[in-house]
């Protein structure tokens, strides 16, 4: 019958908690609360199971819980740990971001032209040179010219976090999954620099051997399919950054010069941007300047 | 071989049975209740809370009344038997009308009423009249009866709270044993009737659960109205004579008194042993009550257990809210009862009511400090004739958080509820100060001994 004890908050949030399997103490504790309102309950309820993703997984992939060997042969195999943590991310930045993804095609030609001038020197020095250092150098000089770009929102949503440094992801196929390592401070780093560090860290992406050190904190990411195929498509934003750059296949498109179509090597650019950050002017603005360098690289170089 | 099926069955309709019943039939559970009496309502309706206020009232108002000669009224009142008959009417016509509501909520509910003495003969049957029903759930909402007093010969002088509330006579001389609530109240209402009233208490004092203060109030009150306490005090045995009763008592010394009415209401015992508990693996503590959970389960998953029968406080709101929790984990939400906040109440006059934590109701050992306002200067309470009373709260000095709340005086129970509010939604003294109250009322008293606390009463 001695059972007082100084309530940690109102009935119905004892009743939320009791329902939900949560204790209140522990909530309490979480908010170094004295008292919580239902309010505060369900607040750090829905933020916890919007972190573990299990809301959409409870309700919303009910509809598509069927029965498959109904309809033929199947195999099942457990998902990984691994890439249940990527789903789970990415589920997440998908619920919570409202992004919009801007598309545009630049020409390379000079780059290319660049590329086949310093072919012969780079190999012997034992190094190559792809589009995506070229890219990725565009990338750091456009984000300094658009610092809102390279920006965080706080979680609850109350601060913009400017970064004053360059750190740019690149996300890497790996045979357990994808792997976003950052190669920092691009800004500083010459083309031959970034071509060692993406050197580096795909070898260790492959080898699983990627630290603590060389991942997370990026500015934007960059995420390249330009080996494989495709026209478009549409990233996801790797949060809490605000934006990612996916590359596609480069292409020959015909360009009319006044008196004639001639055919231009061109690479396809997807910007998926945080909207409630970046509004689209801003984001065409990032795009063209990353565009006009890339069609320009010695904009790139100085 | 069971002869009918239902998903869930209740054994007992008193208010925890009736309220675990319709809302498991709100939660479109098919149920079954089971009851000895005609009429739902149990104790509480037929022969405890609901009789007892009935009389109650008769007694505040034969109080009221005796002071109406200050208005020119004859304050004279002749205990003659058309006022016994008329008395007892009136009663009965209440139980019935509360009684017959009931049954009409049960049929509009479609819960089936089956009136028999039910015993369960395994963990899913349960026999009544001769027919066996099986069930997916049970709930046990039997309730208590009063102890017998030991050593005591089988009289009809010697009543327990169910003869007391019949209103059989009204004695000359009541001889209460026991002095808990339910022999309190039963002293205000025979000593407003004219008996004169001995209370035979074996603790040294009364209203053990309740802040001394307070309970000092009530007993002050009491004593006015005549009647007489003997603490620490023993009864050893009644002898019976015929035309009175002789307890042979003994404190520090031995001596009798002499009554023509004993009352015995030493306490309740749960009624969990007279329904076939053995025939099921249930485990009992203290021999007939029945552990439970936070859930109100019992050791059975598929039994639960409310009220009186799960022990102490053997209280109607507690047994309520129990059977409201079980009829939803039944329907499979997750809700838990709490013991917390479980308002208690005496009926006396005045009445005294407390909730959560108070000085002597402190196991944590917290800081807790009280700030009390006196019914003595509330103007709404000298302009109604209320007599003394004092409302308290029970706050921790750092937070000035409310914790609990004691109030004593005429009504004091309907005060309670603001106080319970404030406590469960984490009030501080402040919140209630600047709640606006109406003037003039009682319930300013509450507002009142918040401000006194934080040093902006002016009405002291």
């Not at chain 2, 053995?278 to 503590?285: D, F, I, K, S, V």
């Amino acid at each position: 019958m001695n059972n007082e004890k100084i309530l940690l908050g109102t009935p119905t949030a004892y009743q939320f908690c009791d329902d939900n399997g949560i204790a209140i103490e522990m909530v309490a504790k979480a908010l170094s609360k004295s008292f919580l309102s239902v309010e505060d309950v369900q607040v750090f309820f829905n933020t916890q199971s919007l972190a573990k993703n299990k809301s959409s997984k409870n309700q919303a992939s009910k509809y598509w819980d069927i029965d498959h060997a109904a309809f033929g042969d199947i195999r099942i195999e457990s998902v990984d740990n691994f890439s249940k943590i990527t789903a789970e991310n990415l589920s997440a930045a998908v619920q919570v971001i409202p992004s919009v993804t801007h598309g545009d095609n630049f020409s390379i030609q000079k780059i290319n032209d660049f590329r086949q001038q310093v072919k012969e020197e780079l190999k012997l020095q034992n190094r190559s040179l792809t589009l995506l250092p070229f890219i990725i150098k565009a990338m750091s000089k456009s984000l300094k010219k658009f610092p809102k770009i390279n920006a965080s929102l706080s979680a609850d949503g109350e601060k913009l976090i400017y970064k004053n440094f360059i750190h740019i992801g690149v996300a890497m196929q790996t045979e357990y999954g994808l792997v976003v390592p950052v190669i920092r401070n691009v800004d500083k780093k010459n083309l031959l620099e970034i071509i060692d560090d993406l050197q580096n860290l795909t070898t260790l992406a492959r080898s699983k051997k990627l630290k603590q050190e060389h991942l997370g904190g990026a500015s934007i990411t960059v995420t390249s399919l330009g080996k494989i195929a495709g026209l478009r498509f549409t990233p996801i934003i790797n949060p809490p950054e605000l934006a990612i750059l996916g590359v596609s296949k480069t292409l020959i498109e015909p360009v009319w010069n006044g008196q004639e179509f001639l055919p231009e090597m061109k690479v396809p650019l997807d910007l998926s941007y945080d909207h409630r950050v970046i509004n689209g002017v801003l984001a065409s603005h990032f795009m063209t300047d990353i565009g006009n360098r890339i069609s320009n690289p010695e904009l790139i170089l100085i | 071989m069971s002869d009918q099926k239902t998903k869930v069955v209740v054994i007992g309709a008193g208010p925890g049975g009736y309220a675990a019943a319709f809302r498991s039939a709100d939660l479109g559970c098919e149920v079954t209740l089971i009851d000895e009496r005609d009429t739902l309502g149990g104790v509480c309706l037929n022969e405890g809370c609901i009789p007892s206020k009935t009389l109650l009232h008769l007694a505040e108002f034969i109080q009221e009344y005796k002071t109406s000669h200050e208005f020119g009224f004859s304050g004279v009142i002749s205990n003659d038997k058309l006022l016994l008959n008329k008395t007892r009417e009136y009663k009965n016509n209440i139980i019935n009308s509360l009684t017959s509501g009931l049954g009409n909520i049960a049929s509009r509910r479609k819960v089936k009423h089956v009136k028999g003495y039910a015993e369960l003969i395994s963990d899913t049957e349960v026999s009544v009249n001769g027919v066996t029903i099986n069930f997916d759930y049970a709930i046990i909402a039997v309730g208590s009866s009063p102890v017998s007093l030991p050593n005591s010969p089988i009289n009809e002088r010697i009543w327990t709270s169910t003869e007391a509330l019949e209103l059989r006579e009204i004695p000359d001389s009541l001889t209460i044993i026991g002095g808990g609530i339910i022999g309190l109240e039963m002293a205000t209402i025979y000593a407003a009737l004219g008996s004169s009233i001995n209370i035979i208490e074996l603790s040294n004092d009364l209203l053990p659960d309740f802040d001394k203060k307070h309970a000092s109030i009530v007993k002050k009150s009491l004593i006015e109205k005549g009647c007489k306490f003997y603490f620490n005090t023993n009864v050893l045995k009644i002898e019976t004579l015929p035309n009175k009763l002789t307890i042979h008592c003994k404190n520090d010394s031995s001596f009798t008194i002499d009554s023509d009415i004993v009352l015995s209401s030493i306490g309740r015992k749960s009624n969990a042993g007279k329904i076939g508990l053995e025939n099921t693996l249930m485990t009992l503590e203290k021999g007939d009550i029945i552990p439970v959970d936070a859930q109100c389960r019992t050791n059975i998953s598929n039994i639960f257990a409310i009220g009186d029968v799960t022990g102490m406080p053997m209280l109607a709101h507690r047994a309520t809210h129990q059977g409201k929790i079980v009829a939803e984990v039944i329907s499979g939400l997750k809700h838990k009862f709490s013991n917390e906040m479980i308002p208690k109440v005496a009926y006396t006059s005045p009445e005294i009511a407390s909730v959560g934590l108070s000085e002597s109701k402190n196991d944590l050992g917290i800081k807790i400090k009280n700030t009390s306002f006196p019914w003595m200067a509330s103007g709404r309470n000298l302009a109604s004739n209320g007599g003394d009373g004092l409302t308290t709260l029970h706050y921790c000095p750092d937070t000035l958080r409310i914790l609990g709340g004691t109030i004593v005086g005429k009504n004091a129970s309907e005060l309670l509820g603001e106080v319970s509010i404030a406590i469960c939604m984490g009030s501080t003294l402040k919140d209630v100060a600047l709640v606006m109250h109406a003037h003039p009322t009682i319930s300013e008293t509450i507002a009142f001994a918040a401000e006194k606390a934080l040093g902006t009463l002016t009405d002291l």
